[in-house]
């Protein structure tokens, strides 16, 4: 019988890569947020009225609120996430001090469900176990890197920059621009700030590019320009 390719059974670093991959999506999901609701509330307010202070604070207001709030809102998430994953790490830990043969056992028959005999697959887990019982485990088990397990003061910290950036966008575009082009500066600025996002989003879940800048596109000006009209409606109700 052939030997075995160790290489091919090496712990892939899906864990590690996917983790990147979520913090990377958090980050876009934030700024396409702070995107989004920063200018609606902004073009809303400017379809009531010209005030330039009424429209900065309203701007400032939601930018501020917003921010605190999805830092607060990762954190919680992240902080839960963070509990199950260490709790699968302990729980691994006490399983293999408990029966490590029963585990590497468990491990080779996890392996065998990927479609290798048995005889190799008893040498894979022999291997892994070998090199590093309680990563195989998780990795197995979890998907999970006992090394990478999110920081819930990380996470807020981003989705805080994140929403920020992004609403800054709109907000500095509204209230720099002169008050007869304060509408179609802002409009464009955040066009081009959803197109950017739109990119950003496809190259982080791998998805078609053009699509994915559409659907935000039109999305973020579908939702200012709903917010924009109850603002004319409004102020002019008032």
């Known amino acids: 019988m052939a030997e075995y390719d160790k290489t091919k059974y090496e712990l892939p670093s899906d864990a590690a890569d996917n983790s990147k991959l979520n913090k990377l999506r958090a980050a876009v999901l934030g700024g396409n947020d702070g995107i989004v609701s920063i200018s609606s509330i902004t073009m809303g307010v400017a379809g009531a009225t010209s005030d330039a202070n009424s429209i900065a604070l309203a701007g400032l207001a939601a930018l501020v609120a917003g921010a605190l709030s999805m830092a ?18 302990t729980l691994e830990k006490e399983d293999l001090r408990k029966d490590p043969t029963g585990e590497l056992d468990e491990l ?9 005999s048995r005889e190799t697959a008893e040498k894979v887990a ?5 090199k590093d019982a309680l990563r195989a485990h998780l990795h197995v088990h979890f998907n999970l890197d006992p090394d990478d397990i999110n920081s819930p003061w990380q996470a807020a910290t981003a989705s805080l920059v994140s929403f920020t950036a992004g609403g800054l966008v709109p907000f500095l575009a509204m209230i720099l621009s002169p008050a007869s082009w304060r509408v179609p500066i802002t409009v464009a600025a955040v066009a081009v700030a959803l197109v950017t996002i739109g990119y950003l989003s496809a190259v982080a879940g791998k998805a078609p590019k053009t699509r994915a800048i559409l659907r935000v596109v039109a999305g973020g000006l579908v939702a200012m320009a709903i917010t924009y009209g109850v603002g004319v409606l409004f102020g002019h109700s008032v």
């Open 72 to 89: 607060v809102g990762e954190y919680v998430s992240v902080s839960s996430q963070s509990d199950a994953e260490k709790a699968y790490v």
């Open 126 to 130: 022999a291997e892994l176990t070998e």
């Open 108 to 116: 080779a028959r996890e392996y065998q469900k990927l479609g290798v």
